[in-house]
């Protein structure tokens, strides 16, 4: 009976390792398969037969004895997956799509739940992400018409429509930014400058001779004309002269200020030098928009010709910065809209928007930044008034095109992430607008979270849906289907779906397929392993029988 028992011991090393053969033969014949993973298969020993029981040691002394047991040969323990992540391979396909983590596609076959490691799919010609094996669909959640995912983990198939169109958006908020140099030259009139000779013994009389209109600004930026002339007071035929200058300051159409702004101021000259002694002028007026002097420093009394001239601050030329953005009104038709900044004063710039020729301002279209001591901004005025709550202006268009009006907020930022004045030098650009032209889908891209994102002919983009990836409590216990698929069956447990990246661990690499994680220098090695255990076997079984020819001879 021994002899029986090693037979059948060897016959189930024969038949175990020739097992261990077809897993390993598995794996090598899968080295290139997208997804797969290797098998590894381990072996436990079976009955044993009882040949002595032991015994324990007895209180008079005796010790114990061993139990003696012959085995009666060995069996499949098990066969497990090695679930280690594979290596990726770029493929530039954007529906390649590779799994980082231990989650697995889910998709739907004729009805039945099924999951995949294997992430080489296309779009039929309905529009659904497949396996272009069996036609299973990718599931996930499908965005709404404005590109958001809904909540939860229900699931449908992955659905996109080829012929997608995304409708015109008309712009409501467009975003500025930039810098504007603090130490430009502003337009604001500080100081208006007379300079030349009155002649000292001119005996005619003048009233308002040399009447001269210039164009100065004021706090605001805000333009009116000055004019200016002057006249010999002194007794008709009278030595010296003496003379006075007349001003009166009118709006940019020449109309007089309510109330009037008018004055004049008498000169005085030192008889040694002939230079005017006469202190500036301080004028103020219209609400405090206007504060300069009019100095007269630079005047002579001598017996040369009265020549007189005059420079509004000394021929500064304001600086002036633009920046245009492309605007979109409610039928998708474009406009180019520029706003022009004026340095007006220390702290303080315009703001003015041009009137496209392709429609109508209505209102708004012109205010004030103020900056404060650390360059940012401190107040926003539209029309004279304060912004407030929110601060951002807003001005009325009306396009040519036959679209509706349009409200445009100006977003000029607050703090280091808006519009700023500092010593380096000016730049100023639009850095956002939300409207948009109507567009068709173009291309798609699918990011690290399974976002599928439809990027359109107008640049704009919209997530249009999100592809969902499961994990189990235990993926051994899913059975292969074929076709790189599994499904569920006893001891998984139930899947968990979740959105990749955010409630679960595992991230999708799009343009990338993961390849088989089997190592063919290990595989190898157990294969040696393998055939010298089926040798060794079969060696059993062949010593074995020639025993049992022995026995047998012995009856001759």
């Keep these: 009976m021994a002899l029986l028992n090693s037979l059948f011991s060897g016959v189930s090393g024969l038949r175990n390792h020739q097992a261990m053969m077809d897993v390993i033969g598995n794996n090598i014949a899968n080295v290139n398969t997208i997804g797969y993973k290797g098998s590894r298969i381990t072996f436990s020993d079976t009955f044993n037969q009882m040949i002595k029981s032991g015994t324990n040691p007895t209180e008079d002394g005796a010790g114990g004895t061993n139990s003696m047991q012959v085995g009666l040969g060995m069996k499949v323990n098990s066969i497990d997956r090695n679930w280690n992540q594979g290596t990726f391979e770029r493929t530039g396909i954007t529906t390649d799509l590779a799994l980082q983590g231990p989650g697995l596609f889910v998709l739907n076959n004729n009805g039945t739940q099924q999951y995949s490691r294997a992430g080489a799919f296309i779009f039929d010609a309905d529009g659904k992400l497949v396996n272009p094996q069996n036609g299973a669909v990718v599931q996930g959640k499908v965005a709404n018409g404005l590109g958001e995912i809904p909540s939860g983990n229900s699931i449908q198939d992955i659905n996109i429509d080829k012929n997608l169109k995304l409708p015109a958006k008309a712009t409501t908020n467009v975003t500025w930014g930039g810098n504007l140099e603090s130490g430009s030259a502003t337009l604001r009139t500080d100081i208006i400058e007379m300079s030349g000779n009155f002649k000292s013994d001119d005996t005619n009389v003048n009233t308002n001779a040399d009447s001269q209109t210039y164009t100065m600004y004021g706090v605001n930026g805000t333009e009116y ?332």
């Design 225 to 556: 004309q000055v004019v200016l002339d002057y006249s010999n007071t002194a007794a008709s035929g009278a030595t010296p002269a003496a003379y006075t200058v007349n001003y009166t300051i009118n709006d940019k159409d020449g109309n007089s200020l309510v109330p009037a702004l008018t004055g004049s101021q008498a000169l005085s000259f030192d008889l040694a030098t002939n230079k005017c002694t006469t202190d500036p002028l301080v004028i103020s007026g219209d609400s405090g928009n206007i504060e300069m002097d009019l100095s007269f420093a630079a005047l002579r009394s001598g017996t040369s010709s009265t020549s007189v001239s005059t420079t509004i601050d000394k021929g500064d030329t304001a600086a002036v910065e633009t920046g245009t953005v492309t605007v979109y009104d409610s039928l998708g038709t474009a406009h180019s809209m520029t706003i022009s900044y004026k340095h007006v004063d220390s702290g303080a710039w315009t703001w003015e928007v041009a009137e496209p020729s392709s429609g109508e301002l209505t209102s708004g279209a012109s205010g004030t930044i103020n900056f404060n001591v650390g360059g940012t901004i401190e107040s926003i005025l539209q029309d004279g008034n304060v912004v407030v709550d929110p601060n951002l202006p807003q001005i009325s268009f009306q396009p040519n095109s036959g679209a509706e009006a349009m409200q445009v907020n100006l977003d000029f930022g607050s703090g280091t992430n808006g519009i700023t004045q500092t010593s380096l030098s000016s730049q100023i650009a639009s850095l956002s607008q939300d409207g948009a032209a109507s567009a068709t889908l173009k291309n798609l891209n699918i990011d690290s979270f399974g976002n599928i994102v439809g990027i359109f002919s107008n640049g704009e983009s919209q997530t249009l849906a999100q592809i969902m990836v499961a994990t189990f409590p235990n993926l051994n216990g899913l059975v292969s289907i074929g076709d790189n698929m599994y499904q569920v069956a006893a001891n998984a447990g139930d899947p968990r779906i979740a959105e990749p990246g955010e409630s679960s661990t595992t991230t999708i690499q799009s343009g990338a397929l993961e390849q088989s994680n089997v190592d063919l220098s290990e595989e190898f090695t157990k294969m040696i392993v393998s055939q010298r255990g089926f040798q060794a076997n079969a060696r059993v079984i062949t010593t074995a029988d020639s025993l049992l020819q022995e026995i047998t001879n012995l009856i001759r």
